[in-house]
């Protein structure tokens, strides 16, 4: 995503470290001066950038807010989780303009290392993950000069918007979800299944690097995806597996089976979709634009009044 405004634009010239820093240096100025106004907003009066989806909660040092919805709708967390966040700093912001395939888990898992309470970031639902890291990019930029810029599928013309969480297309978790469900399987094995948490997203990475090269002298390697659904397996027959005979089991499980839980799966999606609906200026016709973590979604360029 590019962000860039349509009008007044800071000269894109401008990369010297100097200014950059005086730059980064505003913006923390304007993340600190947040202050609760007013009555406190709920999730059914939100409705712009500055209070969507929280309840401002005062701080004797820092703003911290209740976040409300998310798209687990807290429903797997411990009775009484109450997530809370406050806005990013400019290292922050700097290290999330680093932001790679490669590195892209580790950098958004220690942001919210830094500026979640109430749970431990490694419990968190990684179907919760990225809302947490948008709303954090939301929230942190309160002046309604930073817009995005983006080229309109229906126009085809050079058109802007202001970052909205409230955009953002969410499958909840169903109200017909039951994280207790038990599989059975045609061979007569019964699993039980979860959602992946970051901490699943760590020992993914672990095992990776533990057993690469035992799978590749077998000549297959690795497969991510099939990992990833490894470690969703919580039980097998009512016993837990270690993550290597888990694996294991998906590759030797009965491609029957494997469609019929993939498909049960496919079945719970929860999460933020990977685009926006976001409205044309010029035609005022809806476009689907698609999110993605470049370097200048996270740092804007503003105006200059």
């Known amino acids: 995503m590019k962000m860039e405004d349509v009008n007044d634009a800071v000269d894109p010239s401008i990369e010297s470290e100097q200014k950059m820093m005086k730059l980064m240096a505003e913006m923390q100025v304007q993340a600190q001066q947040q202050q609760p106004v007013g009555n406190v907003p709920t999730i059914n009066d939100a409705n712009t950038i500055d209070n969507i ?17 998310i798209p687990t709708k807290y429903r797997l967390y411990p009775d009484g989780t109450q997530i809370t966040a406050r806005p990013l700093k400019v290292l922050e912001i700097k290290k999330l303009t680093s932001i790679n395939e490669y590195n892209a888990d580790s950098v958004v898992n220690d942001i919210l290392r830094k500026c979640v309470r109430g749970i431990d ?26 817009v995005v810029g983006f080229t309109c599928n229906l126009c085809d013309k050079e058109s802007s918007y202001h970052f909205d969480i409230d955009n953002i297309e969410i499958d909840y ?34 095992f990776i690097n533990r057993y690469s090269s035992l799978f ?21 027959n009512g016993v837990a597996m270690d993550p290597l005979k888990k694996y294991n089991y998906v590759l ?25 609906n976001v409205t044309c200026e010029e035609c005022g016709g809806e476009s689907q634009l698609g999110i993605t973590f470049q370097p200048d979604f996270f740092l804007p360029r503003t105006k200059t009044k």
């Open 53 to 69: 989806g929280v309840n401002i909660k005062p701080d004797t040092n820092v703003n911290y807010w209740d976040i409300v919805d």
């Open 252 to 276: 030797d499980m009965n491609p029957g089976d494997f469609a019929a839980l993939t498909t049960r799966l496919q079945d719970t999606t929860v999460g933020i979709k990977p685009f926006m």
């Open 216 to 236: 590749d002298t077998s000549g297959d390697g690795i497969d991510d995806e099939l990992l990833a659904l490894s470690f969703m397996i919580e039980l097998v």
């Open 121 to 146: 970031v490694n419990e968190i639902y990684s179907a919760d993950k990225m809302y947490l890291l948008l709303w954090l990019r939301a929230n942190s930029f309160r002046d309604n000069n930073y």
């Open 173 to 206: 978790l169903s109200d017909d979800y039951d994280p207790d469900e038990i599989i059975k399987l045609s061979s007569d094995d019964t699993i039980k299944v979860k959602l992946l948490q970051i901490k699943d997203e760590v020992a993914t990475t672990s």
